[in-house]
């Protein structure tokens, strides 16, 4: 909750000073009061929305609530910005991209890399919050002779459908154009998640699948995950880290004007590497290519 200041009541001796003073001079101070407490308590309202299921980076905790790294970048924002009140809004990934288009949302956050046509209908502010882990899920008894993009397109191999609306998208069409001898065949999907992609590639219907890092950890690595009894069937790569960017409403300059003032802040003292390293284990935006 944001602090806000109130002020002390004057006490009889200070009204009996002020009414002597002359009926002018106590209007005078009452009104310059006035305005200064309202000015000092008038508080926007920013509607945050965050998908609700992306471990480490935006999620909703066993407690009902909203968390991960990027979520508590932000959370860290809003302390030093006394003129906003940040209100967190889990949903989808498909609601908080056309959520925050349309004004229904202020800013969005989702793990989300810039794009071209992203850029068309929203707001970037100067300074990404973080960096994302990016390469291929592969079936361990490939991973002796796949282990990069390169490998896999030169042999063949078949790629999980993406959204057209996921970012993943445009990089692997970035590849296939940097590589138009050996580009890698890539399906459109109706969803943004493809949730089948893991079994997919257990029952040998696909050969990658194209995911970042932190969604291999938490889906079969960690303790406990999804398919964590497969794990020794699984093998990643990394491609590359790409920077993630919170989505500003295009109406919404000076709130992503006063993110960028206040994220240096968290640079310089240490609590945007305090915040990487508890979320996800390391720095990461030393991985992405300068």
């Given at each position: 909750?944001?602090?806000?200041r109130?002020?002390?009541?004057?006490?009889?001796?200070?009204?009996?000073?002020?009414?002597?003073?002359?009926?002018?001079?106590?209007?005078?101070?009452?009104?310059?009061?006035?305005?200064?407490?309202?000015?000092?308590?008038?508080?926007?309202?920013?509607?945050?929305?965050?998908?609700?299921?992306?471990?480490?980076?935006?999620?909703?905790?066993?407690?009902?609530?909203?968390?991960?790294?990027?979520?508590s970048?932000?959370?860290?924002i809003?302390?030093?910005?006394?003129?906003?009140?940040?209100?967190?809004?889990?949903?989808?990934?498909?609601?908080?991209?056309?959520?925050?288009?349309?004004?229904?949302?202020?800013v969005?956050?989702?793990?989300?890399?810039?794009?071209?046509?992203?850029?068309?209908?929203?707001?970037?502010?100067?300074?990404?919050?973080?960096?994302?882990?990016?390469?291929?899920?592969?079936?361990?008894?490939?991973?002796?002779?796949?282990?990069?993009?390169?490998?896999?397109?030169?042999?063949?191999?078949?790629?999980?459908?993406?959204?057209?609306?996921?970012?993943?998208?445009?990089?692997?069409?970035?590849?296939?154009?940097?590589?138009?001898?050996?580009?890698?065949?890539?399906?459109?999907?109706?969803?943004?998640?493809?949730?089948?992609?893991?079994?997919?590639?257990?029952?040998?219907?696909?050969?990658?699948?194209?995911?970042?890092?932190?969604?291999?950890?938490?889906?079969?690595?960690?303790?406990?995950?999804?398919?964590?009894?497969?794990?020794?069937?699984?093998s990643?790569?990394?491609?590359?880290?790409?920077?993630?960017?919170?989505?500003?409403?295009?109406?919404?300059?000076?709130?992503?004007?006063?993110?960028?003032?206040?994220?240096?802040?968290l640079?310089?003292?240490?609590?945007?590497?305090?915040?990487?390293?508890?979320?996800l284990?390391?720095?990461?935006?030393?991985?992405?290519?300068?």
């Open positions: 909750m944001k602090r806000k109130f002020f002390a009541t004057a006490s009889l001796l200070g009204i009996a000073l002020l009414a002597g003073c002359g009926q002018t001079n106590a209007d005078t101070t009452s009104e310059a009061t006035s305005g200064t407490a309202a000015e000092s308590t008038k508080v926007t309202t920013v509607t945050v929305a965050h998908t609700q299921n992306s471990v480490p980076m935006d999620y909703v905790d066993d407690k009902g609530v909203s968390t991960g790294y990027e979520v970048v932000l959370k860290a809003d302390d030093l910005l006394p003129q906003y009140e940040f209100k967190y809004v889990p949903t989808s990934d498909e609601d908080l991209l056309i959520g925050v288009e349309s004004g229904k949302y202020d969005g956050t989702k793990g989300a890399w810039y794009t071209a046509e992203r850029a068309q209908k929203f707001l970037f502010p100067q300074h990404y919050i973080g960096a994302s882990s990016i390469g291929m899920l592969i079936r361990s008894e490939d991973a002796a002779k796949i282990t990069d993009l390169e490998s896999f397109a030169a042999a063949g191999k078949s790629l999980v459908p993406i959204s057209p609306n996921n970012a993943q998208y445009n990089v692997i069409e970035d590849f296939n154009t940097n590589h138009p001898d050996t580009p890698i065949a890539l399906t459109p999907a109706d969803t943004f998640e493809v949730a089948d992609a893991y079994t997919w590639l257990l029952e040998g219907r696909y050969d990658g699948f194209f995911s970042v890092k932190t969604a291999y950890e938490a889906n079969v690595l960690k303790e406990g995950a999804p398919y964590s009894q497969y794990k020794d069937k699984f990643y790569f990394v491609y590359e880290a790409l920077p993630t960017w919170p989505l500003f409403n295009k109406d919404q300059q000076a709130l992503a004007d006063a993110y960028d003032k206040a994220f240096v802040q640079e310089e003292n240490g609590t945007i590497d305090k915040l990487m390293n508890e979320f284990g390391e720095n990461t935006f030393q991985y992405i290519k300068k």
